[in-house]
């Protein structure tokens, strides 16, 4: 059965009937976009997210059919954001990646490139990742060109670790900042903006009734993005993804068809 698929926008929504059928699509999306660019001989670049939903997801990649025809020797991982922990703290997006995904399936570890957190302070992680992405993500635009981006969506509006009110969402220069945020009472390492708006494809993957009524302020509520930093999102040279189950897109107005418009 295929997703329900509209558009709000630039913003394209696929709508799984539940959870796994959201997780299989966001699946499905990575593999296609990954064996593409291997057929043609490239590299994919992808930052994955953390969160609860995107268990499910590296799950699902590290199960048939995913595991078998995802080209994982073509692909290099980097993250979004990460808290300041390290490796193997249960807080950690990496530590979560590798334990699901990247410890199943045959990715090189030279393909695999985490923000230092845990190491150092998270100043220094946020430097040392910036003298990483330079080196190893091809630049376009003067940001780093990631083929995939994974995000997720707080209640409050984040994304990554772009909190509401923050310097940090204002910042049109750096390719990694840190920043300590009062609302966690933690200090998080962070992707910014341009970064995320420079991908080829930025993909939010949003499950549960809980997070509708933000998923309908982000693309569709009137335009706030200091208070709902989600909205900063907007690929300039890319698409845009939302993939929600049934329950997440609820409050989303469908647009008219064709077919409705005709009827009046």
Aim: net charge negative; hydrophobic share 45%.
């Amino acid at each position: 059965m295929l997703p329900e698929r509209f558009y709000i926008g630039d913003a394209e929504v696929l709508v799984g009937a539940d959870v796994d059928e959201t997780v299989r699509i966001a699946a499905g999306q990575f593999a296609a976009i990954a064996r593409k660019l291997s057929s043609e001989d490239r590299m994919m670049h992808v930052a994955l997210s953390g969160g609860s939903t995107p268990r499910r997801l590296f799950q699902s990649l590290a199960s048939e059919p995913f595991v078998g025809i995802v080209p994982w020797r073509s692909i290099c991982f980097f993250w979004g954001d990460e808290r300041n922990v390290p490796p193997n703290h249960h807080d950690s997006n990496f530590g979560v990646a590798r334990e699901l995904l990247l410890s199943l399936v045959p990715v090189p570890p030279s393909n695999v490139y985490r923000i230092p957190a845990g190491d150092g302070t998270a100043i220094e992680a946020a430097e040392f990742y910036e003298r990483t992405l330079r080196q190893k993500v091809p630049i376009m635009n003067g940001f780093p060109r990631l083929d995939f981006v994974m995000l997720g969506l707080g209640a409050n509006g984040h994304t990554a670790s772009l909190f509401p009110h923050r310097p940090t969402l204002h910042e049109r220069e750096r390719f990694v900042v840190a920043d300590h945020v009062e609302e966690v009472h933690a200090w998080r390492v962070t992707l910014t903006t341009p970064v995320f708006n420079n991908a080829a494809q930025v993909t939010f993957l949003v499950t549960g009734e809980d997070k509708a009524p933000v998923v309908e302020q982000v693309i569709a509520g009137p335009r706030d993005a200091d208070s709902v930093p989600a909205q900063l999102i907007a690929p300039i040279d890319g698409r845009l993804t939302w993939i929600l189950d049934t329950a997440a897109a609820s409050q989303l107005n469908r647009p008219a068809t064709a077919q409705q418009r005709a009827n009046g």
